[in-house]
């Protein structure tokens, strides 16, 4: 905490983003040194390059060369407990073949200096009015020192991550055996808070920061299903607004129940809405506590995993991921811990949280069921973009403990990569726009 305050000093005094991270801190709030014994490398800007916007697959040439320093093991992995999410040691614990090959941890994580700059300013006036509330921020992270668990949590979920993009997501339901289903969506997103062109600030009454639309494409079952989502601050009515169009029904309706831990639409129960992008939606049924930072072993510059030179079938496998994959890096990541706040309800009891400090992003959560039993385990293995300067998790992993099932989804190594190209006018996303498109 004493560095965080750092950072708020020297933006406070007037002191620009690259001057508020020469005093210890990078210009979105971490650590800018090494730790202790220099297993986690200072930060020294991270990796920015031009590139094209539409048609690339993640990959570094240094990073991807890289050899595994040791491997976790079913065997080992008591050695290795403080430095593990429970999730990692249920899984260590239950399959005698899991392992984590972890690999030199690179600090590669960069953002444009427009969000460096934006970052600076709202450390010393964005606020936060309850859990769903940010007050007076725009574009950049809205806490780059934070005090809250709630706070880090709207970190993530107003991260930069372009203007506009459009991909697709294939989602796979693997079965113990790895017998598995498979669903392709394509979804279109328009970013109005995190956007360079045209920033929208968060304030009281005004906090729409998303619109994204999804359409699925197989199987034939589920094709022609669209989920249109306004995303905003706020709870109730004031705030996510959302509607569904059926292929059944062939009309678009208003969907209350696109939110919480309703089943997503297609997984079998094997994603709630709000674990889509690791968390997403309203934070009020939970208190948020902020438990601190620590180092972990986590998915890290997940090149090979998220990229083209691995198929489907080369990742899935019974009971777990095929781990020759994965990369495992060490990082330091702000612990969050949401308890279900006495007279509401959801699925999970207790949620723990993983956020990487260098980007923000959720990238892995602990999930129990209202026994204390550790029910789910989700695992995000981030990716840069350089050449838009953000980060993100692609695959994400959702392990199911009790029925022995996992889910992935964000998956697109056999598809276009991410196009952010792409520009929508914010009349495309409303439901008279969903509605024709359906007729096509």
Request: charged fraction near 25%; proline fraction near 6%; charge should be neutral.
């Amino acid at each position: 905490m004493k560095k965080q305050l750092l950072f708020i000093g020297a933006v406070a005094l007037g002191l620009s983003a690259q001057q508020a991270a020469a005093a210890e801190m990078t210009p979105v709030g971490a650590e800018k040194g090494a730790n202790a014994d220099g297993t986690i490398p200072a930060w020294t800007g991270g990796r920015a390059k031009s590139g094209p916007l539409a048609g690339e697959f993640p990959h570094d040439e240094q990073v991807d060369g890289d050899k595994p320093v040791f491997t976790i093991t079913h065997d080992n992995y008591s050695k290795y407990a403080d430095k593990l999410t429970e999730g990692h040691k249920e899984l260590l614990k239950r399959y005698a073949d899991y392992k984590m090959n972890v690999y030199p941890t690179h600090r590669t994580v960069a953002f444009p200096d427009f969000i460096y700059k934006a970052t600076a300013a709202n450390a010393t006036t964005c606020k936060l009015n309850g859990t769903d509330e940010p007050d007076n921020c725009t574009l950049g992270f809205p806490f780059p020192a934070p005090k809250t668990g709630a706070e880090v949590i709207w970190n993530h979920r107003l991260k930069w991550r372009g203007d506009a993009a459009q991909r697709y997501n294939n989602q796979f339901i693997v079965q113990p055996s790895g017998d598995y289903q498979q669903t392709k969506i394509l979804e279109q997103v328009k970013f109005s808070y995190a956007n360079d062109k045209n920033p929208v600030p968060m304030k009281i009454g005004q906090g729409e920061f998303l619109k994204y639309l999804s359409q699925t494409l197989s199987p034939p079952r589920l094709a022609g299903t669209f989920i249109l989502v306004h995303e905003k601050s706020g709870t109730g009515d004031n705030g996510r607004a959302a509607w569904l169009y059926s292929p059944g029904l062939k009309r678009i309706r208003r969907a209350p129940t696109v939110q919480y831990d309703n089943p997503y639409e297609g997984t079998d129960g094997n994603q709630f809405y709000d674990q889509v992008d690791m968390f997403n939606g309203a934070l009020d049924r939970y208190n948020w506590k902020l438990v601190g930072k620590k180092e972990f072993y986590l998915p890290y510059n997940s090149d090979k995993i998220a990229g083209n030179t691995v198929k489907y079938k080369d990742i899935i496998r019974p009971k777990h991921l095929n781990q020759d994959l994965p990369r495992y890096e060490l990082h330091r990541y702000w612990v969050v811990e949401a308890n279900l706040k006495p007279g509401t309800n959801h699925t999970f009891k207790t949620r723990r949280f993983y956020v990487d400090e260098d980007s923000w992003n959720i990238e892995a959560v602990d999930d129990y069921d209202n026994k204390d039993q550790l029910y789910k385990f989700q695992e995000g293995h981030l990716i840069t973009a350089p050449n838009i300067q953000a980060a993100s998790t692609v695959p994400e992993i959702i392990y199911d403990f009790f029925s022995g099932r996992y889910f992935i989804t964000a998956a697109f190594n056999e598809d276009k990569p991410v196009d952010l190209t792409v520009n929508w006018s914010d009349d495309y996303f409303t439901a008279a726009s969903v509605q024709k498109l359906t007729t096509k």
